[in-house]
Nanobody, 127 residues
């Protein structure tokens, strides 16, 4: 397994969760990392991403100001801190490794530009 996501669970609206994704060094090094999510009956959508250096982050408008993506290159791990959760955040969350380290915006939000995917972790937000 090259990407292993964890930290999902059931939380009440307004609560917080922190997702983690541990990667192999080969999968992690030199790559931007992203989080996507897929709700039942919906297409997979971009949530957040961070460049290889961690210097730039990108967010979907629906989560901006509530979610924070970060990475620890010494641990080959990327995190997604999710605050003020809403029922519409309910989905399976996937971490993924982009093919480049510093992609432009149109590339970093495109799931087809990611080479490796984790298995997903379920996040359920109750109202």
């Amino acid at each position: 397994v090259q990407l292993q996501a964890s930290g999902g669970g059931l939380v009440q609206a307004g609560g917080s969760l922190r997702l983690s994704c541990a990667a192999s060094q080969r999968t992690f090094n030199g790559r931007a990392l992203g989080w996507f999510r897929q709700a039942p009956g919906k297409e997979r959508e971009f949530v957040a991403a961070v460049t290889w250096s961690g210097g730039r982050t990108f967010y979907a408008s629906s989560v901006k100001g509530r979610f924070t993506i970060s990475r620890d290159n010494s641990k080959n791990t990327v995190y997604l801190q999710m605050n003020s959760l809403k029922p519409e955040d309910t989905a399976v969350y996937y971490c993924a490794a982009h093919r480049w380290g510093f992609p432009i915006l149109s590339s970093i939000v495109n799931a087809n530009e990611y080479d490796y995917w984790g298995q997903g972790t379920q996040v359920t937000v109750s109202s």
